[in-house]
């Protein structure tokens, strides 16, 4: 089996390139402003047009960075929660601590209190 260089993308490499590597063809201009207004407004529930969640990191690495996710894998994370943490649903109803910086639509969708 040959096997194919990977190239390594840090945050700072995608954010350069975030506008060329997104697959849903967002500016990152356009959500930087977004997300800053949803910042300054402390207001972080809501879709971008009605179909992403745009999150924006807190910049510890020295690079602030932009997340998008579909509306419809938000939805899904409960169970990506789940298979991945191996709680089976036997164990349910099961309380999980998750500190954030802020809460924001992703959370809200997965009905975290």
Avoid: W
């Avoid at 954010?15 to 930087?32: A, G, Q, R, W």
């Avoid at 807190?58 to 996710?69: A, D, E, P, V, W």
């Avoid at 349910?92 to 992703?106: K, N, T």
Wanted: charged share 25%; proline share 4%.
């Amino acid at each position: 089996m040959r096997k194919l260089p990977i190239s390594v993308i840090d945050k700072q490499i995608m954010m350069v390139n975030f506008s060329d590597l997104n697959t849903v063809c967002l500016d990152k201009d356009t959500l930087k402003e977004y997300s800053d207004e949803k910042e300054s407004q402390k207001y972080y529930l809501g879709y971008y047009y009605d179909e992403y969640v745009i999150g924006l990191s807190s910049g510890t690495s020295g690079n602030k960075g932009l997340f998008i996710t579909p509306k419809a894998l938000s939805k899904r994370l409960p169970g990506v929660f789940m298979a991945r943490g191996g709680v089976s649903f036997c164990d349910l109803p099961l309380r999980i601590l998750v500190c954030l910086r802020v809460f924001s639509q992703g959370f809200n969708d997965i009905n975290a209190p």
